[in-house]
C-alpha cells in the first residue's frame, strides 16, 4: 500500500492527464493504467465556451484522487494561489506544489517550492512537492513536513529516463515519507528502475499520452511499476564481476 | 453592470447579482469551476449567497489536464 498522509492506494502509479490524442483514449489509458490518483492543471476557463468538454467530467470522481498541480506558477506566491483555489473546488486536499525556475529546462525553482510547500503545510495541504533530485533539498522538504517527495528523474516531457540513479537512491535511502518519481520517465525500464531503487511510486503523463498506443503504454506502465516494486521487495543480488556457476559442477557425466 | 471575467471587459444584465447567478449566465452552474472575486477565492457553498458589483473583478477556473 502506498501511504500519503491520510490517503492509502493500491497502485503505486500516478497518472498525468495532459496531451492525449483524445478523451476517448485518455479515458481507456487511466482505466488500464489501474492508476487511483489522477494529476491536473488549474486554468482559467474559456467562459464564452462553456459547452466545451473537460477530461474531469468524463470521470467517475469517487474512484479517483485528484492530485492538482500548481504548474504555471514561478513563485510561492503563485504557487499558493493556485492550490487554493484547486482546494476551493472541494474536490481536493492534495496538492503537488510544481514552481518552475527555468523555462528551458523547466526544473523546479529550490528555494521558492521550499516556501510554497512551507505555506502550503501551515494551511493544512497534503503537500507533494515535485524537486530535483537534490538530496539535501529533498531532506529539507520532509523537515518541513511534506507528505511526500517527488523528484523528477530528468527533465519534465524530456523522457530520458533516471540520469542520476545514485542520487535518487539516496533520496530514497533517507526518506521517511514516501518517494514518488515524478517527470522524466520514457519507457517502462525507466519506471521499473526507479521501483527497483526503492521508490513508493512513479508519477508520469507524457510517456504514456504521447506514446504511438497511449492505451498500450498504460498497461505496460503498470506492469512495470508492479515488477519493478516486486524486485525491490524481494531483494536483488550482488553484482558480482566473475560469473558463478547456476548448475552443479558435481555429477558430470562427461569428461 | 460591466464586470471584468477572466481579464476581459464584460456587460451583464442586472439581474445577475450574485455568484451563482453570475455562473449560470454563462452556462458554468453544471460545472466544476473555482471563482476568485477581487482576489479572494470564494468558498463553493458561498455562491449562492455572494454578491457581484459594478466592477469587480472575477476569475473562473478549473481543471484541465496536466502533469
Avoid: W
Avoid at chain 1, 500519503?4 to 493504467?33: D, H, M
Avoid at chain 1, 515488477?227 to 556457476?245: Q, S, V
Avoid at chain 2, 450574485?18 to 473555482?34: G, M
Avoid at chain 2, 479572494?40 to 449562492?48: A, M, T, V
Wanted: proline fraction near 5%.
Amino acid at each position: 500500500m502506498l501511504k500519503i498522509g491520510s490517503y492509502e492506494f493500491k497502485s503505486r502509479l500516478l497518472l498525468g492527464t495532459g496531451k492525449y490524442p483524445n478523451f476517448e483514449i485518455q479515458k481507456e489509458a487511466v482505466a488500464v493504467s489501474k492508476a487511483e490518483i489522477l494529476t491536473f492543471a488549474v486554468r482559467r476557463m474559456n467562459i464564452f465556451e462553456a459547452s466545451q468538454p473537460n477530461f474531469l467530467e468524463k470521470l467517475d470522481l469517487s474512484r479517483y484522487t485528484l492530485l492538482p498541480n500548481t504548474a504555471g506558477a514561478k513563485t510561492a506566491e503563485e504557487a499558493v494561489r493556485i492550490a487554493k483555489l484547486a482546494k476551493a473546488s472541494g474536490l481536493c486536499d492534495m496538492i503537488k506544489v510544481e514552481v518552475i525556475g527555468c523555462q528551458k529546462t523547466l526544473l523546479p525553482d529550490p528555494v521558492e517550492t521550499l516556501k510554497a510547500t512551507e505555506e502550503l503545510l501551515k494551511e493544512g495541504f497534503i503537500v507533494l512537492p515535485y524537486t530535483s533530485d537534490d538530496v539535501l533539498l529533498a531532506r529539507r522538504l520532509e523537515e518541513l513536513g511534506s507528505h511526500a517527495i517527488m523528484p523528477g528523474a530528468s527533465p519534465i516531457g524530456s523522457g530520458q529516463g533516471i540520469v542520476n540513479p545514485l542520487n535518487l537512491s539516496f533520496i530514497i535511502e533517507q526518506a521517511n515519507v514516501p518517494v514518488i518519481v515524478d517527470a522524466g520517465i520514457g519507457t517502462p525500464s525507466d519506471a521499473a528502475l526507479a521501483m527497483e531503487l526503492g521508490a513508493d511510486g512513479v508519477l508520469l503523463n507524457t510517456a504514456v499520452s504521447g506514446a504511438k498506443d497511449p492505451v498500450k503504454m498504460a498497461n505496460a506502465m503498470k506492469l512495470a511499476i508492479e515488477a519493478g516494486r516486486l524486485g525491490f521487495e524481494a531483494g536483488r543480488i550482488p553484482k558480482k564481476r566473475y560469473a558463478t556457476a547456476s548448475s552443479p559442477m558435481e555429477g558430470m557425466s562427461i569428461g | 453592470m460591466k464586470l471584468v471575467v477572466n481579464g476581459e471587459k464584460v456587460e451583464i444584465p442586472h439581474t445577475v447579482d450574485r455568484v451563482h447567478t453570475l455562473l449560470q449566465h454563462f452556462n458554468l452552474d453544471q460545472k466544476v469551476v473555482i471563482v476568485e472575486l477581487n482576489d479572494e477565492i470564494l468558498e463553493k457553498g458561498s455562491h449562492q449567497e455572494t454578491r457581484v458589483c459594478d466592477g469587480d473583478k472575477i476569475e473562473i477556473v478549473h481543471f484541465v489536464g496536466g502533469g
